[in-house]
Structures are given as structure tokens and as C-alpha cells.
């Protein structure tokens, strides 16, 4: 795991871009595993001002989102999916048909589920994965348990997610209370990972995550299992490192 530490989170956007843009350049075709949450905001405003410049050409890239919550439609300004457009796909020339974000709405969300793994695997797996963390160390929507989840599955959310999550909602009410997600075995089969945290409430997490080993617990403390694992952190994520 390599931690690079930056000033703020704007100076984090620029760079998690140039990486991707690099990506872009090596491998055209390449498969993103993209993330939603805050934390990869201005990696998208920094990418999609790189994709104005020319300097990111997004017309042969297809991607796979981590995550979507289960019982609210595409359209609902919270979806995962309408996020993913507002913020990213419409703003850069990534073709409609090479987006994938989990759509868990048919009568067995098994099956929905095993249809996008299937889906990651047919494209060749993930190049480039970026991630951010939850509250209590979760990634995607891979909650504290007790064993890692391999493949994509619905989740429970927790109490904290929920709480964490009501801001972007009129209420706790209004937060899902299940998601479909990737699972930590689906993440580590992506080439290289990508994990980005700001600001001082993500300290915890993140040094849950650097200073303890792989445990379930902890999901984001898989990533130890991974050889090709770069961390981004703005001072207040990195404060109790
Ligand atoms: C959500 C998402 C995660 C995200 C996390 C942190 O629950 N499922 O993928 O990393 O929250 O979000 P934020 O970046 O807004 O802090």
C-alpha cells in the first residue's frame, strides 16, 4: 500500500486524474471501477476538465460503478446511477452502452447480482479501481462482518452508513436500507487500486485501515491483500496515521 499525503482535496483530485488520464493514454480500452460519495468529486471535475482539454478520451473506456442502492429508481437525484451521469458521464464522450452501474430491481436481486459479476469478468476485469471509505471502514457498501464477501451481493446497511449517508436525503427515513455492491473479492480482482480519503472523519477509518491487518471487520483493511494499492489522503484523513 503506497500513502501519498497531499494538502487538501483539490490537490488530491488533480492527481487521482492524472493518474486516470495516464490510464487512458496506456490502454484506451481500458475498464474503470468507479466510485460515488463526495471524496471522488473533484477527481471527476479534474478529469472532465482534462477530457475538455483533450487530454482524456473516454470513447473506447467502459466501467463498472462499486455500488447502487436497492428500491430507488435511476432517476431519483440519489441514485448512484444519476450521480455517476450528473457528475462524470455526461460531461466526458464515454459511451452510454459501456456504463455499468447495478441496477438491482428484478424479482431474484441474486441473480442481479450474479449478472454483474459476470459482466466485470466478460469485460476483462478491472484496470484501474478508485474508492473512497465510509465512516467505519467500509468500502463500497462492503459493511464490518465477519468474513469477506468474494463476489457482488446485497447488503444491510448499518446504523452508521444510514446516519452518514442522510445528508444527501430529507431524512434517515428517506436513506435504502439495502444496497447491491461488489464484493471485497470483486475489488481486489481490479488490476490496481485507487483509495482516496478527506478530511479529519476519515482519520479513524484510515488508520483502521493502514495499521491493522487484512480483517473483515475493517473492510477497507483488505486492500493489505492487494499488491498495487495507492492510498491518497488530504492532512486531516492522514491525522492519526
Ligand atoms: C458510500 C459509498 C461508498 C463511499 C462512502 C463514503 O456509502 N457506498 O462507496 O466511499 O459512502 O462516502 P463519502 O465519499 O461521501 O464520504
Not at 457482488?152 to 445528508?167: F, G, K
Request: with cysteine.
Amino acid at each position: 500500500m503506497q500513502i501519498h499525503i497531499f494538502k487538501d482535496a483539490a490537490q488530491i483530485g488533480e492527481a487521482a486524474a492524472q493518474l486516470f488520464a495516464a490510464k487512458l493514454l496506456q490502454k484506451p480500452d481500458c475498464v474503470l471501477g468507479l466510485a460515488t460519495g463526495s471524496t471522488p468529486l473533484p477527481t471527476y471535475d479534474a478529469l472532465v476538465a482534462l477530457h475538455r482539454r483533450g487530454l482524456a478520451d473516454f470513447s473506447r473506456v467502459r466501467s463498472f460503478n462499486l455500488d447502487e442502492y436497492v428500491g430507488i429508481d435511476r432517476a431519483h437525484e440519489q441514485s448512484y446511477y444519476r450521480f455517476m451521469y450528473d457528475n462524470l458521464f455526461s460531461l466526458v464522450n464515454i459511451k452510454p452502452e459501456n456504463v455499468q452501474v447495478p441496477h438491482p430491481v428484478s424479482e431474484d436481486l441474486g441473480a442481479d447480482c450474479d449478472a454483474y459479476e459476470a459482466a466485470i469478468d466478460a469485460a476483462g476485469g478491472i484496470d484501474l479501481q478508485i474508492l473512497g471509505i465510509g465512516n467505519n471502514g467500509h468500502i463500497a457498501f462492503n459493511e464490518p462482518c465477519e468474513v469477506f464477501p468474494l463476489r457482488t451481493h446485497i447488503v444491510h446497511l448499518t446504523e452508521s452508513t444510514i446516519l452518514a449517508n442522510q445528508r444527501f436525503f430529507n431524512s434517515a427515513d428517506e436513506v435504502p436500507r439495502q444496497a447491491m455492491t461488489m464484493g471485497i473479492g470483486t475489488i481486489l480482482r481490479a488490476r490496481e487500486i485507487l483509495l482516496i480519503a478527506t478530511g479529519a472523519g476519515k482519520a479513524a477509518a484510515v488508520a483502521a485501515m493502514v495499521n491493522g491487518n487484512a480483517d473483515p471487520r475493517c473492510p477497507a483493511s483488505a486492500l493489505h491483500l492487494h499488491s498495487h494499492v495507492t492510498v491518497f489522503l488530504d492532512a486531516g484523513a492522514a491525522l492519526i496515521l
